[in-house]
């Protein structure tokens, strides 16, 4: 095997890969979190899902997720974090307050 290989990744694919990812991960969550409520074990709204993204936000906050010798490298990689985890639970809570349980 050659060790001078350059090995190329495919932007477009490796954001196609992790959006799906996504998505499955949410509607699974989505899944789960419906059958929580209707076995009465939590109430299902937008508060509870706000409650949960600022657990997990705090995990992260505390957590060092990586291990840089850079302080400026860690920073920035929380910030995505925390950055996509908003989102991912902003689009949650919007499809809670879309599509309430019957």
């Known amino acids: 095997m050659d060790e001078e290989q ?3 990744l495919d932007p477009v694919a490796a954001v196609a ?7 499955l ?4 969550m989505i899944v789960q979190l419906r059958i929580l409520d209707r076995m009465g074990e939590i109430k299902l709204d937008p508060a ?3 409650g949960m993204a600022e ?3 705090e995990k ?5 997720i990586i291990e840089s010798n850079w302080p400026e490298v860690n920073y920035a990689f929380k910030v995505n974090v925390l950055h996509n985890l908003e989102r991912f639970f902003d689009e949650l809570e919007k499809h809670i307050r879309e599509h309430p349980a019957p």
């Open 17 to 23: 890969r992790i959006t799906a990812l996504e998505m």
């Open 60 to 64: 992260v906050d505390s957590s060092p």
């Open 25 to 28: 991960v949410r509607q699974m």
């Open 48 to 50: 509870y899902i706000k």
């Open 6 to 8: 350059d090995v190329e």
């Open 55 to 57: 657990a997990y936000s």
